[in-house]
């Protein structure tokens, strides 16, 4: 971001190969690219990142992630766009890398005008399926551009969790100056990385994720490219995110000022606040492989639930294979049949926990523990247990 090449290593979990390329049957013989995954900050701008080793065109042009399989998600769009819609009353609405079209959809509901900017073609056409408006592309300066020409400005644009999908941040960053319009509104949000060193979130550090902001360096982007954060809520979504509102020009709220002294506080403006960030990381994996290897060793049964990207950080670091996590399941049918990059554990249908009632359900998506817990309330029926291996190992 600020051209500096003065990184410190923060954690290096190894390598991986992209956490969203699951495997067919067909490749299970055949190779499989890794890439390191090192986290880095850099001590000019403060930016926490990992070098851009995979292209968003390798990862986005066909996407396995469908965000409308999380209820807890969508509800979660849904209050968003009625708090905006009310605050902001707007005309037009823009969001990019708008997936599925999980929050569009309810600004289609309203009668207002919206288009959402989907690099993925499968992903964007279940938008379209929903009656989305989406057109397929990555944001680019000209392709903002281009959008505000034909459609005139946004009054608000909406940016979730893909900030940290891009490896020009500037060039990103202009986009959405070109989409939203001189009095408008953009609004993102990102996971927070003190929530991400604080809890031992790192599972959400993979190649997808070029960096990863606190609010100090997230003001720093966006005024790389044209827009100025005015404001900034803490939200509880992936473990902790925050969303940034930023406009062509204003003021810092109070808000800000306070969430950037917080930052100050745990060290993340410097390099103190990382320190012991590596051996958290480790003991993690420690308590997680015990665990494991000790059901294994009494005879117990132990299956997965979900498949998401994090998961897939998380059972490459620890080294799982099937011997000690016999399967997973997904509600997404895209992954059905399909393996896990580098472990290769086959992921199955939800349906398959109950038919085979094993002692313990490893939880992947662990950011969606509340969501989770109520939906696998059955396993309790035969004295299964739940495992949530993020922040620390619990069982319940």
């Known amino acids: ?28 013989d055949q190779p499989e690219l890794t890439y390191p995954l ?24 066909e996407y396995a992630y469908f965000a409308s399989y999380s209820g807890s998600w969508v509800e979660h769009a849904r209050r968003f766009v009625d708090a905006a819609v009310e605050r902001l009353k707007p005309s037009f609405v823009v969001e990019v890398a708008s997936n599925d079209g999980y929050l569009l959809q309810h600004v289609v509901e309203r009668g207002i005008r919206c288009l959402g900017i989907e690099p993925s073609a499968n992903v964007g056409q279940a938008a379209k399926d929903k009656g989305v408006p989406t057109l397929t592309a990555f944001l680019t300066p ?68 070029f960096q990863y902001y606190t609010v100090a360096s997230a003001q720093r982007a966006l005024a790389s490219g044209g827009l100025t954060l005015v404001d900034v809520e803490l939200l509880p979504t992936h473990g902790g995110s925050i969303r940034l509102w930023a406009r062509p020009s204003g003021t810092p709220s109070a808000r800000v000022l306070d969430v950037l002294a917080r930052e ?57 294979r099937p011997d000690l996590l016999a399967y997973t399941v997904d509600r997404n049918p895209y992954k059905h049949g399909r393996f896990t990059p580098g472990t290769r554990i086959p992921i199955a249908p939800p349906e398959r926990i109950a038919q085979d009632r094993p002692d313990y359900v490893l939880v992947l998506p662990w950011n969606l523990r509340e969501e989770l817990t109520a939906q696998l309330s059955y396993v309790h029926e035969w004295g299964g247990r739940l495992v949530f291996p993020i922040p620390h190992l619990e069982v319940v």
């Open 264 to 320: 100050k506080a745990a060290g993340l403006h410097d390099l103190s606040g990382y320190a012991g960030f590596a051996e958290r990381v480790a003991r993690v994996r420690r308590d997680l492989l015990r665990f494991l290897i000790t059901a294994a060793e009494e005879g117990k049964t132990v299956a997965g639930y979900g498949a998401p990207g994090k998961g897939n950080t998380l059972l490459n670091h620890c080294g799982i």
């Open 1 to 28: 971001m600020c051209g500096s090449a003065d990184l410190v290593g923060v954690v290096d979990l190894g390598a991986t190969p992209p956490c969203e390329l699951f495997l067919t049957a067909e490749q299970l």
């Open 38 to 61: 090192h986290l880095r900050v850099c001590t000019g701008c403060w930016l926490a990142q990992i070098p851009p080793l995979i292209t968003p065109e390798e990862t986005f042009t």
């Open 142 to 209: 000209e392709t903002g551009a281009s959008v505000r020409d034909g459609n005139g400005p946004a009054d608000l644009v909406v940016a979730n969790n893909v900030y940290a999908h891009i490896p020009d941040v500037i060039g990103f960053t202009q986009g959405l100056r070109a989409l939203v319009a001189d009095d408008g509104w953009v609004s993102i949000e990102v996971q927070h990385l003190l929530t991400l060193v604080e809890l031992n979130q790192y599972d959400t550090i993979y190649h997808e994720h």
